[in-house]
Structures are given as structure tokens and as C-alpha cells.
């Protein structure tokens, strides 16, 4: 998408009646105009996304969101599957610190992801790892030790998923020869409209 169309796409968003409140509104529109690349999106995920996010996320001991955000999918998160430990990364430490007040509960790691997991050494093997990281507009620099990260938590169970949405209809990035994509669903009450990906390990024969 080019920085025109994505300017044009944020305009029309702030104007239009979606399911967002104007403090989201707000968060969303400082945080994309100190770095636009990080954001990915020209609005934050609808209720819909969330719901769909959080739909592949149930019935898990255990989720980690990577890039909390402003909370839209981690709120659907804790209503879906309250019980559940839930582990929040967010970069921006502003909107982490949105986050750990609007989520007490949660345990919220202001920082990137691949240079924290270690806070993860603990968790159940039933563990999802929820994602909305615009993986394909990240440099590869960020992009090359996330996918590794993610890969080594997966590992550690083949019970364990990763839920990850994007705006394209191919994958949301190459994932390593022991894993495989499966597209869940289209998401068209979105703006724009989103895609729903899981990627788990493969079975291996015995």
C-alpha cells in the first residue's frame, strides 16, 4: 500500500461511523503518525477481527498477543477465555502502559517481542500465540528474529498455535519448513478487510 492510499484509507476511517471510540481513535492515530510502518493498518482491528482472533484462541491454558496495540483484539482475548494466563508484548511503551491499566490482570512486557521471550519460560504446554504484527510492511531486520522467536515457542508443544491476521490473501510471512499456514477466514467488516491465518507445527509420522 502506498503512503498516499494509506493517508487517504486513515482519513476516510476517522470520519466514518466504525465500532471504534474516540479515545482509541486517538492512540491509534499518535502512535501511526510517529511510525506509520510499525502500525501496518490504516485502523485499528474492528470488533469483528477481534472476535475471529479471539475465536481461533479458546479453549487454550495460555495466550501471548504479540502487539497488544490499543487492546481491541487483547480485550476480546480476556472475554473469551477469562481463566486463560494472558501475556501482552507492545513496543510502544505508551500503549503498554494503556494496556497493563485496562488489563490488570494481564502481564504486559513493554518491548519487542524476540528480545523478551524469555518471560515465557513457564508457560503450559495448551499455549496460543495471537498476533496482529504487519509482519509484511516490517523491515527484515525485525521480521527475521520474530519469526525464529515465534517458531521456538510453537515448538515446544504440537498442541500450540499461532493466530495471525492480514490484509493480504497470501500468508502472512514464509514460515520454516516444520510448520504450515491454514487460512481460517475473511474478515470483510474491517477496515480494510482482514484475513485470518493459523500457523502450526506439522504432524510427523511415528
Known sequence: MSLTAHNDG?????????????????KFLRHWLRDP???????????????????GAEAFDAIVEVGGGTGAITQALANRNPEAR????????QLADGLHARFPRAQ?????FHENVS????????????SGLPF????????????????DVLRADQARRLV???YRLRAPFAAPADFVWRRVCTVWRNA???????????LVSA
Open 108 to 112: 504486559v512486557v513493554a518491548g519487542a
Open 119 to 130: 518471560v515465557l519460560h513457564d508457560l503450559p504446554p495448551k499455549t496460543v500465540v495471537v
Open 10 to 26: 486513515l482519513a476516510r476511517w476517522l470520519y466514518a461511523p466504525l465500532p471504534f471510540s474516540t479515545n482509541v481513535k486517538a
Open 86 to 93: 494472558l501475556v501482552v508484548f507492545e513496543l510502544s511503551e
Open 37 to 55: 510502518m510499525s502500525v501496518g493498518a490504516i485502523a485499528p482491528s474492528s470488533r469483528y477481527l477481534a472476535a475471529a482472533m479471539a475465536e
Open 136 to 151: 509484511r510492511s516490517l523491515p527484515a531486520r525485525i521480521v527475521r528474529p520474530t519469526v525464529e522467536a515465534l517458531a
Open 164 to 166: 495471525q491476521f492480514s
Open 192 to 202: 480494510p478487510p482482514a484475513n485470518v491465518w493459523e500457523l502450526q507445527g506439522k
